[in-house]
């Protein structure tokens, strides 16, 4: 009980000291908190909406997609069915109360009397359905009336309300099957969460014209039970009457599983992700646990010495530093636990904007999230004091007759320097071996562990590097302002130990930021050089909400290239599933890019070995693919693949004609001619295009752009690049991919300028006397903020330093695996490096502010008198 009041006596009293390490912990726990809880309550939500929909037994078509990883509503133009027929046959079975068919699609385009998209932006589906009497289980008419007839549709109340539309307004519904012109009969408002998506709905028949171009069937038969038979019951009845086998039938509770595996599946991501930059958090937090503790027990050794002194034994004051260290991590993680909470509300909030409304009823906080979060910041506290708590309780009796500060243990320091350049060394030297890796699987794993012990070696050899690079720096930056830079110089040599782990922490996030950086300009960069080199064609002609190519629109191009005008080809680029089976027997799932011949000219590809054209233009099935694809199959030109096309009536034989060399733009995409895929599949499987390449006569491309803009206009979801705009959108897209994770990064960088703050506030804390003597000889208040505000920079500089070196390294080896699948470039963003120099000497600035006001304002004799 002693040693537990003396640890909160000594917790109590230091409070201001341990504040900013409490703050890391809340920190870090909050991002883990909040991360469970939002993607719990997301998984929630989707449960209660699935459950909320599904009838007893869900039947639907056999293969959902026979499209493979295409989804084929996106691959042909209309979603897999089941026959109208059918539901009378289900309607039979004993034990059915009611069947409904119901007929839904994402593949539909929605536009309003200003001709622009009223389909989310945010990557949501547009989703059309008939009004059946399933509807209502999660839509409620608001205004209006449900549709009737085919000149009717009623919107979801959330797209209503972003696109200012109101009852009797005009729309145009753009599918496969042509552009029908509508009116909107009502609003209906989702009684259960709004998932992001844009809700259409149109009657019966009219969604069948629509969406499965008047076929009589439908998308999905929802089966509902007269309460004699269990569900499993009911669906085996079912399955009995009509052939299980052709058919997909589920259970309410099956179909809920499967839906929530499947956006379980995009949350893991999701979760995975976040937890993995609440880790670097945590990481970095440790240096910053590690320090307020080292010095804390250096201030206080005449007192640790005083208590050995009378008694106390060395386990009792590791025991005391130990039980300080888990209370902090106590009270930071439960004030962490709080704050996860309202990040997950707040990320909840955040949402609206997109369309999602997640309501807080369903905010899912399983006794897990506390736990987890209590847990993970205490362990990482206790870890992270461990440490100091060991040397306190080496601190001798005879400590109580000397000033604070325990002298460094020399040779610790010299183990630790050498096993850090082992590791370092040992780490450089994998990254090295990725450049004569053959593949780039085989060079992730050396990637990896270089990675991580480059990352270890450089944290453990930062105090024995502290005395060279803050020399340099302080030639180069600090002796300009006379003695005060060269005070600042030696106090940040003063404790290498305590600079290093400083600056370590600041280096991991800098060093991310710069590896990250210089994968991402060397992807812009390739893509660039690939786009030069092999992009013929003057445009690319392509749907923004990730669709097909709709037969309208490839009407409404060649249309304008058959008028003999500026645009001399027109090339449509379909894309199939298929399964190959090569001539040793393996049997592998591959997709295929379909095009016409005029294909040679728009996207020039190299070859390895045998002529592309043969694909093509030559007799037979000729198929085509890359040289890492041909090595890891053993396949060589001449070679019979047996293929058997998604859709497709039955296998087919096809000769390999061409062996490509790896393209950034086609990396592991097989190529066939447009004749082979419709000769396989038939016109009914071939899919839509997913895009177009299209070619301007010579001298006319200007033109041209204005011809096809004009033809389009009527179709705002089509978007029309030159190369130019193509590689800007590639650089938008990597750069705000690269901005979601900087973002992301933040968190680890916010956490070591804390350090960086508490580094220099515990310090003016333990040089109270010496800074009340140089202020007594002279040093002026401002001289003296400058020296603390010289230190803070020189640190981080030094971070900065070490984590621009180690992300450059990490950058380039990353990009010798990169060139392996076709991106060759390697591109430093020296703007990138620069600003984080820069950001780096801010931050320096930034976190000296309250350290040096306080030290500013400490009274001369008060400060001097200081123990």
Known sequence: MAVLRTSVRNLWAHKGRMALSGMAVLLSVAFVCGTLVFTATMTTTFDKLFARTASDVMVGPAERSRGGNFDLPSAVGKPDTVPAALAGEVAAVPGVERV??????????????????????????????????????????????????????????????????????????????????????????????????????VDGPAARDFLLGGEDAFTELYVDGDGSLTDEELRDAVAAAIGGGEYQ?????????????????????????????????????????????????????????????????????????????????????????????????????????????????????????????????TA???????????????????????????????????????????????????????????????????????????????????PALVGLVVRVLGVLLLRVFGPVGRLAERNALRNPRRTGATAAALMIGLALVSGLSVVGSSMVASATDEIDASVGADFLLSPSNFGPVLPDVSAAVEEVRADGGAVASVTEYRVLSATATTPDGTEVERQLAAAQPSMLDDLRLDTADGDLAQVYEGPGGGLALDEDEAAALGLGVGDEVRVDFAGGAGPAVLTVRAITEKSALEGGVWTVSLDTARAQVGPEALPLPSMLFITAQEGRAGEARAALEAALEAYPQMELRDQYELKEQIREQIGQLLNMVYGLLALAIVVAVLGVVNTLALAVVERTREIGLLRAIGLSRRQLRRMIRLESVVIALFGALLGVGLGLAWGAASHRLMALEGMRVLEIPWPVITAVFAGAALVGLVAALAPAFRAGRMNILTAIGTE
């Open 100 to 201: 409904t068919g119901s007929v839904s699609s994402p593949l539909v385009v929605v536009v309003d009397a200003a001709n622009e998209n009223i389909g989310p932006t945010t990557g949501a589906p547009t989703l059309a359905s008939a009004w059946s009497a399933v509807e209502p289980r999660s839509m409620e008419v608001r205004e209006g009336a449900p549709p009737s007839g085919p000149g009717e549709i009623m919107v979801d109340a959330d797209t209503a309300d972003r696109k200012n539309l109101a009852v009797g307004d005009r729309l145009r519904l753009l599918t496969a099957f042509g552009d029908f012109p509508v009116r909107i009969s009502g609003i209906a408002a989702y009684t259960v969460t709004n998932p992001g998506a844009t809700r259409l709905y």
């Open 249 to 377: 039938l589920r259970t309410a509770q099956e179909y809920a599983d499967d839906s929530r595996d499947a956006i379980g599946e995009v949350m893991s991501v999701v979760r995975y992700v976040l937890l993995g930059f609440a880790g670097i958090a945590l990481l970095v937090g440790v240096f910053l646990i590690v320090n307020t503790f080292s010095m804390l027990v250096a201030q206080r050794t005449r007192e640790i010495g005083l208590l050995r002194a009378i008694g106390s034994g060395r386990g009792q004051i590791n025991r005391s530093v130990l039980i300080e260290a888990l209370l902090l991590g106590l009270i930071g993680s439960v004030l962490g636990f709080a704050a996860g909470i309202g990040l997950a509300v707040g990320l909840m909030v955040a949402l609206r904007a997109f369309g999602m409304n997640l309501s807080t009823d369903d905010l899912t906080i399983g006794w897990s999230v506390p736990v987890t979060g209590v847990l993970l910041g």
């Open 380 to 462: 990482v506290t206790l870890l992270a004091a461990y440490v100091p708590a060991r040397r306190a309780g080496r601190i001798t009796p005879m400590a109580a007759l000397r000033d604070a500060g325990t002298p460094g243990d020399v040779r610790a320091g010299r183990v630790r320097a050498a096993l850090g350049a082992g590791c370092a060394v040992a780490g450089l030297g994998l990254l090295a071996v990725t450049a004569a890796v053959d593949a780039a699987a085989d060079g992730a794993l050396f990637l990896a562990a270089g990675i991580v012990l480059s990352l270890l070696g450089l944290i453990l050899a930062a």
